[in-house]
């Protein structure tokens, strides 16, 4: 995710950087499909990683000097390195403190995995006037992620997409059923964190879409500890999304809750946008393994909310799919909004797969 502006409410959330079944009573039943692969397309499939035995020196690193755009030797670099059709996003849109305070990176080992590792002994929010949000009242400080598509108000510095999938893309135009598979593993002493995709939309096809009324951002929390979790006044309801983990399928009936906060009526949001939620329950979130999320039912989940809730016309032939980013947020121990607790967090990201045409119980990476 990225960069709420101050005043949303929502505590612990920030950013831009960041359905559904039975929805207040509405149910939608969505099918589940797709397959995944290495950075490089396989059939109807794309990795988003190298593979293993690929010779490469990735990294992204923060430094309170450089808190978007990674650490460079002359300074702060435009965009993340890119892997093939993925670029790595740190995102680190809401981390205040001094360069002693500690450090976050990104890095890609010789296996083709992503290894993310937070070590702040001191995790204050980003409050100087240059911040994204200088008052974004959430304890979200980061997002280090990989990312596909278009990243928000930076379409000059995004990877080359995928033939595959090509983004922006008509939600209506997914070719087939869009999943998104992963393999990862995650460490949290001392932090609070989740663990989601991020996925942004716009209200036309623009190749350089950037925040505004009308934008909309759905995140699918696949992770998460307690002191993350949105304010029950957000929740409107549940979400049947079908899923696999390790290779065991389940429907997902009213296995999400949903969460909607900056959402209005009739396809307005708040002026930097609004926010989805769809957050596997506790007793389900995914610590380690492989999971797969049919990405393409909480699409169909989230458009029948926002017609039937909220008065929005036509989601799946006026929306467009620019982003899809999976990574981890993560904040301060005690998930305070405005507190500098220690932030100690990693996690091994072994693969990050979409497809098309394939069914969860089968989609690999």
Same mark, same amino acid.
Not at 170 to 185: D, E, F, M, N, R
Not at 294 to 305: I, K, P, Q, R, T
């Given at each position: 995710?990225?960069?709420?502006?101050?005043?949303?409410?929502?505590?612990?959330?920030?950013?831009?950087?960041?359905?559904?079944?039975?929805?207040?009573?509405?149910?939608?039943?969505?099918? /589940?499909?797709?397959?995944?692969?290495?950075?490089?397309?396989? &059939?109807?499939?794309?990795?988003?990683?190298?593979? #293993?035995g690929t010779t490469t020196t990735t990294a992204w690193n923060w430094t309170s000097a450089c808190r978007v755009?990674?650490? /460079?030797?002359?300074?702060?670099?435009?965009?993340?390195?890119?892997?093939?059709?993925?670029?790595?996003?740190?995102?680190? !849109?809401?981390?205040? &403190?001094?360069?002693? *305070?500690?450090?976050?990176?990104?890095?890609?080992?010789?296996?083709?995995?992503?290894?993310?590792?937070?070590?702040? *002994?001191?995790?204050?929010?980003?409050?100087?006037?240059?911040?994204?949000?200088?008052?974004?009242?959430? @304890?979200?400080?980061?997002?280090?992620?990989?990312?596909? &598509?278009?990243?928000?108000?930076?379409?000059?510095?995004?990877?080359?997409?995928?033939?595959?999938?090509?983004?922006?893309?008509?939600?209506?135009?997914?070719? $087939?059923?869009?999943?998104?598979?992963?393999?990862?593993?995650?460490?949290? $002493?001392?932090?609070?964190?989740?663990?989601?995709?991020?996925? @942004?939309?716009?209200? $036309?096809?623009?190749?350089?879409?950037?925040?505004?009324?009308?934008?909309?951002?759905?995140?699918?929390w696949t992770d998460h500890d307690a002191r993350s979790l949105l304010p029950d006044s957000l929740k409107v309801?549940?979400?049947?999304?079908?899923? #696999?983990?390790?290779?065991?399928?389940?429907?997902?009936?009213?296995?999400? $809750?949903?969460?909607?906060?900056?959402?209005?009526?009739?396809?307005?949001?708040?002026? !930097?946008?609004?926010?989805? !939620?769809?957050?596997?329950?506790?007793?389900?979130?995914?610590?380690?393994?492989?999971?797969?999320?049919?990405?393409?039912?909480?699409?169909?989940?989230?458009?029948?909310?926002?017609?039937?809730?909220?008065?929005?016309?036509?989601?799946?032939?006026?929306?467009?799919?620019?982003?899809?980013?999976?990574?981890?947020?993560?904040?301060?121990?005690?998930?305070?909004?405005?507190?500098?607790?220690?932030?100690?967090?990693?996690?091994?990201?072994?693969?990050?797969?979409?497809?098309?045409?394939?069914?969860?119980?089968?989609?690999?990476?």
């Amino acid at each position: 995710m990225r960069v709420r502006p101050s005043g949303d409410g929502v505590t612990g959330r920030r950013r831009p950087g960041r359905a559904v079944a039975a929805l207040l009573g509405i149910v939608v039943v969505a099918a /589940a499909l797709v397959a995944c692969g290495s950075s490089d397309e396989v &059939g109807n499939r794309v990795s988003l990683l190298p593979r #293993a035995g690929t010779t490469t020196t990735t990294a992204w690193n923060w430094t309170s000097a450089c808190r978007v755009g990674p650490h /460079a030797p002359t300074g702060c670099a435009a965009a993340g390195p890119e892997l093939g059709s993925a670029q790595l996003a740190g995102n680190e !849109w809401n981390l205040g &403190g001094s360069p002693d *305070a500690g450090s976050v990176a990104m890095s890609v080992n010789s296996r083709g995995g992503l290894e993310v590792r937070g070590d702040l *002994a001191s995790a204050p929010p980003c409050t100087e006037p240059s911040c994204i949000s200088p008052q974004a009242n959430t @304890w979200v400080r980061g997002y280090p992620s990989v990312l596909y &598509g278009i990243d928000q108000c930076n379409a000059e510095t995004s990877p080359p997409p995928a033939a595959v999938l090509s983004l922006p893309t008509k939600v209506a135009s997914i070719p $087939s059923s869009l999943t998104g598979t992963t393999t990862y593993a995650t460490r949290s $002493s001392e932090v609070t964190y989740d663990v989601a995709y991020d996925l @942004w939309l716009s209200a $036309s096809g623009t190749k350089a879409p950037c925040q505004t009324d009308g934008t909309l951002e759905v995140m699918v929390w696949t992770d998460h500890d307690a002191r993350s979790l949105l304010p029950d006044s957000l929740k409107v309801g549940a979400a049947s999304v079908p899923f #696999a983990v390790d290779g065991d399928v389940h429907s997902g009936t009213g296995a999400w $809750s949903v969460y909607v906060n900056n959402v209005y009526g009739s396809g307005h949001t708040a002026p !930097w946008g609004g926010t989805v !939620w769809i957050v596997l329950d506790a007793a389900r979130t995914v610590k380690h393994g492989a999971i797969t999320v049919d990405l393409s039912s909480a699409l169909a989940g989230v458009g029948s909310l926002l017609e039937n809730k909220y008065g929005w016309s036509n989601f799946a032939t006026t929306y467009w799919l620019d982003t899809i980013a999976f990574g981890m947020e993560f904040g301060p121990d005690d998930a305070d909004p405005h507190g500098a607790g220690p932030a100690d967090f990693a996690m091994h990201l072994r693969s990050f797969c979409l497809g098309v045409g394939t069914r969860v119980s089968s989609a690999r990476c």
